[in-house]
């Protein structure tokens, strides 16, 4: 996995929305074991306390599920997975539309662009 870091915002949330966006892109699948924490970490080069905090949220949002036995595995629940993909669809789409706005375009006219890309 390649790891995209930047000082802007806590290393915690990149990470956390770096495995987010493998998981809900089926990248890391349903039902599939993820590396260790110290494995991610080592990847990531981050401290293992950060990639600890951020696979906590993962598994605080239902994404993941830590079995004392068999690791941590990605949720099999399609409802978890569709939620939190469309809650991101939502944030991208609410972003393109706030950025073409600035610009003076409405409503028709932006849809007008979504429909050329099709």
């Known amino acids: 996995m390649s790891w ?3 000082n802007d915002r806590p290393i915690y949330t990149q990470l956390l929305e ?5 998981i809900i892109s089926g990248e890391y699948g349903k039902g599939s ?3 260790s924490v110290r494995e991610l970490a080592s990847e990531a080069a981050v401290n ?3 990639m ?3 696979m ?3 598994e605080n ?3 993941i599920i830590t079995n004392r036995t068999a690791g941590r595995v990605v949720t099999e629940d399609d ?4 939620q939190i993909r469309e809650k991101r669809a939502e944030g991208f789409t609410r972003e393109y539309v706030k950025k073409m706005s600035e610009l003076n375009y409405t409503k028709d006219e932006i849809i007008h662009f979504i429909r050329k890309e099709e």
């Not at 770096?18 to 493998?22: G, M, R, T, V």
């Not at 409802?79 to 569709?82: M, V, Y």
């Open 4 to 6: 995209s870091l930047k």
């Open 18 to 22: 770096q495995i987010e966006q493998k």
């Open 33 to 35: 074991k993820l590396p």
């Open 48 to 50: 293992p306390n950060t």
């Open 52 to 54: 600890q905090r951020a």
């Open 56 to 58: 906590a949220e993962l």
């Open 61 to 63: 949002r239902g994404l």
């Open 79 to 82: 409802s978890i997975l569709t």
